[in-house]
């Protein structure tokens, strides 16, 4: 899925290219009978793979090659340059590759290369790394991403994904950005057609509760009566949003922002809407506000917050966002909340009425950890996992939201509401329960876009002792680190995308080539 088109540049690699042309990064952009080719230099070795990454089409020649692995600039996917195998998510198809001939000091492309299949196979430890059965309960990132991660691992037993959406996985992120905007057409939502779950027998059931977990008969009982036996079992049970209770809650124009329905209903009620009102500054609320900007609606943030981001981003990160929001016609309430919604108004605490066709909630999520408690399952903060994402009961494993899983790099337990973390983890899990045993050690990344300004993050901390802005945030053209006693935790990066790829290979104990 994406939604920009490759773009036929740089030279015509059949012809042949000096070594000296590639740039810093040993990353050289050009074209093979018309596709978009990207030359990687790894030491002395030079390969050949697709030139835009299988996720959102980002050119990989803006990237950086880490040994030999390339990562994408946008969102940082991670392909294999010798497979071309999208190793880490958010992507998930393969690149192409192509032969390349080296004369000299002279590298030119020819032949396509034949895909390589069965990658890296489950390893061969006995019956306990072939499971007869794998459950997954839940169809968000890291349900979608353990299942695809099960079946390219060639795990060819029975695999069941139950999901209580009413839709088959999509691009959540999306929700609250280009497709509430009105720019990303819902044909590029879901994750996969509904061909891919038939092709690769996937039993995907919908719109299907689960009652309980009888782990001593392991079996999966849905609330309809259903039973679904495992040898493993993956609980990838998300998060929800926090309900508060506000007079006038449930009034038909109040919405929540959580699933495409959701999002459905809002684009729905939003056409005759001239204003609205959003509760929350956090990443979700400040994306829904830019969207329904871009729709022509007059927007009114509500935060108790003095500034937004404050206990995320900082104080001066905060300050650029709100700014970035106001120039957009933005209205900011900072140390207040909704104390009331009526039809057409809402009323905040501190005695304001503002104008309100539909107000949206996004003050926050909670895992959905009621299944695992009464299960069995140690809970605390989030279903707590080991390194390898398997909790306290055998053979049972959980990833995404809901999983609160121990850090080896940091020796902290940690639960972390990021779309990429809970793909990454799902890809994780399901290696595991095939027997690889692979601790998760990815650093934690999201990314957030207000308008023309996009926020790549990477890393993890809860608070600081120090901040260092690198470049200039009037110029949209920085990257701030967070430190503790004088250790980078945290970056967030604007305009800086190499550099923020760098900064997670940092921290993931790699190096840029």
């Known amino acids: 899925m994406s939604s920009h088109e490759p773009q036929e540049t740089g030279p015509d690699l059949t012809q042949g290219v000096a070594i000296d042309a590639f740039g810093e990064n040993g990353l050289l952009q050009g074209h093979v009978d018309g596709e978009p080719v990207v030359l990687a230099r790894v030491g002395e070795e030079i390969m050949a793979v697709g030139a835009n990454c299988t996720h959102y089409g980002a050119p990989l020649a803006h990237g950086i090659v880490v040994g030999d692995t390339v990562r994408c600039p946008w969102h940082h996917a991670c392909f294999s340059l010798r497979t071309g ?57 890291a349900g979608f991403a353990a299942a695809e991660m099960l079946r390219r691992r060639s795990y060819d037993g029975e ?21 509430l905007a009105g720019t990303a057409e819902e044909a590029w939502i879901p994750l996969r057609s509904d061909e891919f779950y038939k092709d690769n027998r996937i039993d995907l059931h919908l719109s299907t509760a689960i009652e309980r977990i009888d782990t001593d008969k392991r ?31 449930d009034r038909p124009h109040v919405f929540m922002l959580r699933s495409l329905v959701d999002s459905r209903a809002i684009i729905d009620n939003i056409q005759h809407a001239k204003s609205a009102v959003v509760l929350g500054a956090g990443f979700i609320g400040l994306e829904v506000a830019a969207a329904l900007r871009n729709r022509g609606l007059g927007v009114h943030v509500v935060t108790q917050d003095s500034r937004p981001f404050e206990h995320i981003l900082g104080p001066d990160l905060g300050d650029f966002i709100r700014g970035v929001h106001e120039e957009h016609g933005v209205k900011f309430h900072l140390d207040t909340t909704i104390g009331t919604i009526n039809d057409k108004t809402v009323i905040l605490t501190n005695g304001r009425e503002i104008a309100a066709d539909i107000v949206i909630i ?22 707590v996992v080991n390194e ?3 909790t306290n009961v055998p053979g049972v494993f959980a990833a995404g939201d809901a999983a609160r899983w121990h850090d080896v790099a940091s020796e902290q337990s940690r639960r972390v509401e990021h779309w990429v973390v809970a793909q990454r983890q799902g890809q994780i899990a399901a290696e595991n329960m095939l027997g690889f045993e692979r601790p998760f050690l990815s650093v934690p990344f999201f990314w957030s876009a207000h308008y023309d300004v ?34 980078v935790v945290a970056v967030a990066a604007i305009g800086r995308d190499a550099q923020s790829l760098a900064c997670e290979a940092s921290m993931g104990g790699e190096a840029a080539a």
């Open 388 to 390: 390898y994402l398997e």
């Open 85 to 141: 195998e999208a190793v880490n998510a958010p992507a998930f198809d393969p690149l192409a590759r192509w032969k390349v001939v080296r004369t000299g000091d002279t590298v030119s492309v020819s032949d396509k290369l034949p895909a390589v299949d069965g990658v890296a196979a489950a390893p061969e430890t006995g019956a306990a790394a072939h499971p007869g059965k794998i459950v997954i309960v839940g169809g968000g990132a």
């Open 219 to 249: 079996t999966v009982i849905a609330e309809d009566g259903r039973a679904f036996g495992y040898d493993r079992l993956l609980l990838a049970t998300g998060a929800e949003p926090i309900r508060l209770k506000i007079p006038g809650v």
């Open 454 to 487: 996009t926020i790549r993050y990477t890393g993890y901390t809860r608070s600081w002792d120090d901040i260092e802005i690198e470049g200039s945030l009037a110029d949209r053209d920085c990257i701030i680190s967070y430190k503790i006693a004088g250790k």
């Open 362 to 383: 996004g003050v926050g999520v909670r895992p959905r950890v009621e299944l695992a408690s009464t299960s069995g399952l140690t809970v605390d903060q989030g279903i």
């Open 159 to 179: 695999l069941a994904m139950i999901s209580a959406d009413a839709d088959a996985p999509y691009d959540r992120p999306n929700l609250s950005k280009d497709y």
